[in-house]
Antibody
Framework: QVQLQESGPGLVRPSETLSLTCSVSGDSITSYSWIRQPAGKGVEWKGLEWIGRIYGSGISNYNPSLKSRVTMSLDTSKTQFSLIMTSVTAADTAVYYC????????????????WGQGTPVTVSS | SYELTQPPSVSVSPGQTASITCSGNELGDKYVSWYQQKPGHSPVLVLYQNTRRPSGIPERFSGSNSGSTATLTISGTQAMDEADYYCQAWDDSVVFGGGTKLTVL
């Protein structure tokens, strides 16, 4: 059974770069995504936002709204993949999840069938 | 960009049927997944490809998708079903609905 574990710094200063890693066990990386959920006091909407996807080939796709600030990469062992987000602001404060992204190409559908526990990230000076 | 719209909240009495809708332009032409999230926990997939249940998901969870609306139906709702529910589809990008808080009164 696939297990995912996110890791990250917890706290990042505004305008700096956020770097997160997802470690995968029990599965070879075919396609995985990063998804985030706003967190913190005063946050009105705490829904899910897709950040991007990386394939086992190393090719990645990103949410158009974040594309200019986001890069995903896969390590050569294909047991870890990473997210880098530049120029962070308070709006990037969220719980960040990695999830296995199962894709059914014939129907152009996908679903997230395994999730990590999430890693909280706070952007603050 | 594509948008999915869900009602912010739905209430249901124990044992009754809960229906949570997800609306989007020509959504019936796409495939929808549904996720359950309880406080402090990661989301859990409860339906995919509109109607399919992953292993371990109770039969009381079912789904439909036609026209512009997909529906998650929970029959015989139990207290343990109280959670936030999110729909999700793939257009040019992956999109989630805003979420619906299901309260079992």
């Amino acid at each position: 059974q696939v297990q995912l574990q996110e890791s990250g710094p917890g706290l990042v200063r505004p305008s700096e770069t956020l770097s997160l890693t997802c470690s995968v066990s029990g599965d070879s990386i075919t396609s995985y995504s990063w998804i985030r959920q706003p967190a913190g006091k005063g946050v009105e909407w705490k829904g899910l936002e897709w950040i991007g996807r990386i394939y086992g080939s190393g090719i990645s796709n990103y949410n158009p709204s974040l594309k200019s600030r986001v890069t995903m990469s896969l390590d050569t062992s294909k047991t870890q993949f990473s997210l880098i987000m530049t120029s962070v602001t308070a709006a990037d404060t969220a719980v960040y999840y990695c999830a296995r992204d199962t894709i059914h190409y014939r129907t152009s559908s996908n679903w997230f069938d395994s999730w990590g526990q999430g890693t909280p990230v706070t952007v603050s000076s | 960009s594509y948008e999915l719209t869900q009602p912010p909240s739905v209430s249901v009495s124990p044992g009754q049927t809960a229906s949570i809708t997800c609306s989007g332009n020509e959504l019936g032409d796409k495939y929808v997944s549904w996720y359950q999230q309880k406080p402090g926990h990661s989301p859990v997939l409860v339906l995919y490809q509109n109607t399919r249940r992953p292993s371990g998901i109770p039969e009381r969870f079912s789904g439909s998708n036609s026209g512009s609306t997909a529906t998650l139906t929970i029959s015989g709702t139990q207290a343990m079903d109280e959670a936030d529910y999110y729909c999700q589809a793939w257009d040019d990008s992956v999109v989630f609905g805003g979420g619906t808080k299901l309260t079992v009164l």
